[in-house]
């Protein structure tokens, strides 16, 4: 089994902000959740991790080699899916995988062979050779994901993988890191909690640089027990209770408005305890103020 030693990593960029502080882990296999708001560092810390930018203070070690002075030995056991994945418009899906596999060092009938399974996994083959100025946000994020497995990596970084993939996509993304987990270390840096609770065994919640919570996924919910509710109030009941409460769930219907809220106490006299799902669970714990609500309307 692989495993990945983060110790006291810092990263300071212009005018003294620290991005990162004394973040350490140690990780040894399954899916990772890294949850944060914007701003947390989740980026810095990937591209710390993937080689691509080096740290202020701190080490990694990976299966201990010190990943710092020596990045090769990592970089060979690695895929990397960036946030922001780029192309080169004017190739063919099989063209840009060729183009990846060998700068892998990957040759001959072995690329060939990776080429077909990943196009196979993110469900493209039939696309392979269509150039990619053709191809929608979707599957241009779902060539994305198949140039981070070429090389079979031990260690496998994404960062928003699901952005652009409709609902279908989605889970079909669920199902390869499902496959994948067995035999590997994956990190999943998503603002789309639902899929945390759908693939990572384990979670880490960064709060302005630091490491604020880890642990499992069950460890979460049992933290945040009792913290969810569930209410049905008139249109101007809510308006007086919205900015008092964390809301995660407001649906209007006709004149009055279904609720799910975060709160430590009973919020309203009619309000029913619910189950938290992995979202009100990072609510609660990190207590972030909740953004404005735009009501949905009946449909």
């Known amino acids: 089994m692989s495993v990945l030693v983060i110790d006291q990593i810092g990263k300071q960029y212009e005018k003294k902000r620290w991005a990162l502080q004394d973040f350490s882990l140690r990780l040894d296999g399954g899916v990772l959740g890294l949850v944060g708001p914007n701003g947390a560092g ?3 810390l990937l591209r710390i991790l993937a080689t691509l930018l080096s740290p202020t203070r701190g080490t990694v070690h990976w299966n201990g080699q010190d990943v710092l002075r020596y990045p090769e030995a990592l970089r060979r056991e690695l895929g990397y899916l960036p946030q922001d994945f780029g192309v080169y418009p004017q190739l063919t899906a099989r063209e840009f995988l060729t183009y990846i ?17 990943v ?5 493209l083959i039939d696309d392979a050779n269509r150039r990619l100025r053709t ?12 140039q981070a497995l070429l090389n079979d990596p031990r260690l496998f970084i994404l960062d928003e993988p699901t952005v652009g993939l409709d609902p279908a996509e989605r889970l079909h ?3 390869i890191i499902s496959s994948l987990s067995a035999e590997r270390l994956i990190l999943l840096s998503t603002h789309i909690i639902s899929d945390i609770e759908a693939m990572a065994s384990e979670v880490v919640l960064l709060q302005q640089g630091h490491l604020f919570w880890s642990g499992t996924t069950s460890a979460l919910l049992a933290d945040a027990q009792e913290c969810a509710w569930s209410l049905t109030l008139d249109v101007a009941d809510f308006e007086r209770l919205r900015d008092d409460y964390r809301m995660s769930i407001a649906i209007r219907r006709g004149r009055e408005v279904d609720l799910r ?7 309203h006299p009619d309000a ?12 609660f714990v990190t207590n972030n103020s909740h953004d404005s609500l735009t009501l ?3 449909a």
Do not use: W
């Open 42 to 44: 989740k980026t810095t």
């Open 101 to 117: 596999g060998e700068l892998k060092g990957l040759r001959g009938p072995l690329l060939s062979r990776r080429i077909n399974t």
């Open 119 to 123: 196009l196979e996994q993110v469900n």
């Open 135 to 146: 191809f929608s946000g979707g599957m241009v994020r779902r060539i994305g994901i198949a």
């Open 173 to 175: 993304f669920r199902e």
């Open 261 to 267: 809220l975060v709160s430590s106490v009973r919020p």
């Open 272 to 283: 029913i305890p619910v189950d938290p799902t992995l979202e009100e669970a990072y609510l």
């Open 296 to 298: 949905a309307p009946q």
